[in-house]
């Protein structure tokens, strides 16, 4: 389950704190959460899932658990497709969860200015002020790949079903105050 963060300017404090909000709420529903960067402007925050569910299934949850973390800060995420519609606010695409669409996968090059490459984070490099969604191009990889531990060495063996995500959203979870 895919949570692309498309920020509608160069304003990465937004893009990080939803990828925060998205963090806490994926812990209270015990999911595990994953993040990278897009390599263009925003992030990806990941749900490893066992293979079992329909597509539609999962972007329906996809889309009620953004829409909590939405209803957190209105004013500034939405999950309006139109660019025009937006109004200056941070696109949560769930849409990414569907039959046949595309996700850059990590450690993608893309076919940007300066070949960016998406990059697993691990959650503690949110709070670094340098953090780029393409900071990490194809010519400075291999240095990160050389300090850093790969951050997402677990994903594959971290995959879940959603029922008992379900079951606990159904209860009712905590929702932080809005912004």
Known sequence: MVFDLDPHDEDFELVRSTAR??????DELELPAFLKTTGSRGL?????LQRREPYDSVRDFARELAAIVISQAPKERTLEQLKAQRGGRLFIDTNRNGYAQLVAPAYAVRARKGAPVSVPLDWSELKKKT???DGVT???????????EDPWAE???????LTRARQKLARGVSRPRSR
């Not at 909000?21 to 994926?26: I, V």
């Not at 990806?44 to 490893?48: F, K, M």
């Not at 194809?138 to 850093?148: A, E």
């Open 131 to 133: 953090l780029r969604s």
């Open 44 to 48: 990806h925050v990941v749900v490893p």
């Open 138 to 148: 194809i010519r400075t990889i291999f240095g990160r790949l050389d300090k850093v």
């Open 155 to 161: 994903f594959g063996q971290s995959g879940v079903s």
């Open 21 to 26: 909000d998205f963090k806490q709420l994926l």
